[in-house]
T-cell receptor, first 113, second 109 residues
């Protein structure tokens, strides 16, 4: 079946603009995760959704970052008033349930000028 | 906070040699541990997942061990090939993944 998909694949924006990134998880996966990989650095956890439970937002770096998920489907990550340090690859992953194998999408490369 | 360390940071071997990649972590309260491969400019490919109750997991030329009590995992790749050249990431799963910085492997033909 289809894997995790993300859009757009690339995004260039100007400092101060808002951006919205989209993730379509594997069908039937209850858990969805967002991670970030800045150039030359490791992957950082951002946020986790599990079914209809309150999301774990403990990894979000600032209040400019927010994310939503509708039920067990699509998720959007929004970055408001983008800064140059937000430039990174944003990766989405999903798993059947909490703690199980996570499958990653191809990522969205964000460049803030 | 979970800290994950991978040693070495980079490795270059001739084709045919076996690879040994090391991963250590600080908190043993984990669901499982995953090994991933990352190719330049691409996403992550899951290679192996070892449940916290397991000691070992094998897939083809890949074998991963887990010693939860000492906070260590090792990925073995037998008879390396140039196509194995990539960055290998270890990730500890305590529902969210905590990643190491990776080991960049180059297999010379």
């Amino acid at each position: 079946g289809a894997g995790v998909s993300q859009s757009p694949s690339n995004k260039v924006t100007e400092k101060g603009k808002d951006v919205e990134l989209r993730c379509d998880p594997i069908s039937g996966h209850t858990a969805l995760y967002w991670y970030r990989q800045r150039l030359g650095q490791g992957l950082e956890f951002l946020i986790y959704f599990q079914g209809n439970s309150a999301p774990d937002k403990s990894g979000l770096p600032s209040d400019r970052f927010s994310a939503e998920r509708t039920g067990e489907s699509v998720s959007t990550l929004t970055i408001q008033r983008t800064q140059q340090e937000d430039s990174a690859v944003y990766l989405c992953a999903s798993s059947l349930n909490r703690g199980e194998t996570q499958y990653f999408g191809p990522g969205t490369r964000l460049l803030v000028l | 906070k979970q800290e994950v360390t991978q040693i070495p940071a980079a490795l270059s071997v001739p084709e045919g040699e076996n690879l040994v990649l090391n991963c250590s972590f600080t908190d043993s309260a984990i669901y499982n541990l995953q090994w991933f491969r990352q190719d330049p400019g691409k996403g992550l490919t899951s290679l192996l997942l070892i449940q916290s109750s397991q000691r070992e997991q094998t897939s083809g030329r890949l074998n991963a061990s887990l010693d939860k009590s000492s906070g260590r995992s090792t990925l073995y790749i037998a008879a390396s090939q140039p196509g194995d050249s990539a960055t290998y990431l270890c990730a500890v799963n305590d529902y969210k993944l905590s990643f190491g910085a990776g080991t960049t492997v180059t297999v010379r033909a």
